[in-house]
């Protein structure tokens, strides 16, 4: 049973297209982020929802935007995708008002804009 | 603000010996948790050990412990009898522990090579 999930697990697509990577985790968490990973494996926020409402919103271009249509889904539509969207983004969950707050991720979307 | 820094981007180890990687973070919370994640190659995110601000002692898990130094501010994480599958980057995480911050912050990542 996996936790977090994410698909497609590889993206390769050109300049200009729109493409979407969806994530589901099972996990009854109530938080759901995105986070990118660049080259150089720093990790950064994009977004956090929580029950469905946007928390965090990090500088995103407004290329990126997140839907979430319920606690368990937490999606990323990218629209004109650049060079720069390279990346691999993590999808990941938690549960905001019960500690540890231990996050889950996903298995990561490796997104390549050729 | 809150920010985390691992100052060690790459360190190597001999298969079976031990390794300490470093993390200090800056917080003024008193309340707060510490996380060591490890990425291999695959690049999934596993969480290794947790840490809880109120605890003075040491959390460990099977060969992970970690040296935390609440004063200090300082979280390094101990590895011991390192294995080959152990390669891999390990990313240190700091999360304030009040509620409704929905907030991690990572360090930049030490990437750690075992030696065989």
């Known amino acids: 049973d996996t936790a977090v999930s994410q698909t497609p697990k590889y993206l390769v697509t050109q300049m200009g297209n729109d493409k979407s990577i969806k994530c589901e985790q099972n996990l009854g968490h109530d938080t759901m982020y995105w986070y990118k990973q660049d080259s150089k494996k720093f990790l950064k926020i994009m977004f956090s929802y929580n029950n469905k409402e946007l928390i965090i919103n990090e500088t995103v271009p407004n290329r990126f935007s997140p839907k979430s249509p319920d606690k368990a889904h937490l999606n990323l539509h990218i629209n004109s995708l650049e060079l720069g969207d390279s990346a691999v983004y993590f999808c990941?969950?938690?549960?905001?008002?019960?500690?540890?707050?231990?996050?889950?991720f996903g298995p990561g979307t490796r997104l390549t804009v050729t | 603000a809150q920010t985390v820094t691992q100052s060690q981007p790459e360190m190597s180890v001999q298969e079976a010996e031990t390794v300490t990687l470093s993390c200090t973070y800056d917080t003024s919370e008193s309340d707060y948790y510490l996380f060591w994640y490890k990425q291999p190659p695959s690049r999934q995110m596993i969480l290794v050990i947790r840490?809880?601000?109120?605890?003075?002692q040491n959390a460990t898990e099977n060969r992970f412990s970690v040296n935390f130094q609440k004063a200090a501010k300082s979280f390094s994480l101990k590895i011991s009898d390192s294995q080959l599958g152990d390669a891999a980057m390990y990313f240190c995480a700091y999360r304030a522990g009040t509620s409704g911050t929905y907030k991690y912050i990572f360090g930049t990542g030490t990437r750690l090579k075992v030696l065989a």
């Open positions: 840490q809880e601000a109120y605890k003075q």
């Open positions: 990941a969950s938690s549960q905001e008002f019960r500690r540890p707050y231990e996050q889950y």
